[in-house]
Nanobody, 127 residues
Framework: QLQLVESGGGLVQPGGSLRLSCAAS????????IGWVRQAPGKGQEWVACITSSDGDGRTYYADSVKGRFTMFKDNAKNAVYLQMSSLKPEDTAVYYC??????????????????WGQGTQVTVSS
């Protein structure tokens, strides 16, 4: 059973940066698409970014709302993924979840219906 644990959230001023981490255990992330999905108060889930598996193209994909500001990367040795967030805006405030699914390992852009989820980490952007 794959387990995911996020960390790194917090309160940051507009324009600031945060790095979220997602540590996996139970199974290796290799062979899974990994995604970041966020949910703001009173809103539905929003896909943020994802990375396909190494047997896919291994590329990262980003929602237009975060493209150029967020960077997602994977560390296979640590069985972890990260989301580096820069130039943060108040509208980035949300609970951020990392998620994994083998079904999307070749094409992951836009999906939010992942099989495995972390518990989420709160990101608040406010002055």
């Amino acid at each position: 059973q794959l387990q995911l644990v996020e960390s790194g959230g917090g309160l940051v001023q507009p324009g600031g940066s945060l790095r979220l981490s997602c540590a996996a255990s139970g199974l290796t992330l290799d062979g899974y698409a990994i995604g970041w999905v966020r949910q703001a108060p009173g809103k539905g889930q929003e896909w943020v970014a994802c990375i396909t598996s190494s047997d896919g193209d291994g590329r990262t994909y980003y929602a237009d709302s975060v493209k150029g500001r967020f960077t997602m990367f994977k560390d296979n040795a640590k069985n972890a993924v990260y989301l580096q967030m820069s130039s943060l805006k108040p509208e980035d405030t949300a609970v951020y979840y990392c998620a994994a699914d083998r079904r999307f390992r070749h094409a992951c852009s836009g999906y939010t219906s992942y099989d495995y989820w972390g518990q989420g980490t709160q990101v608040t952007v406010s002055s």
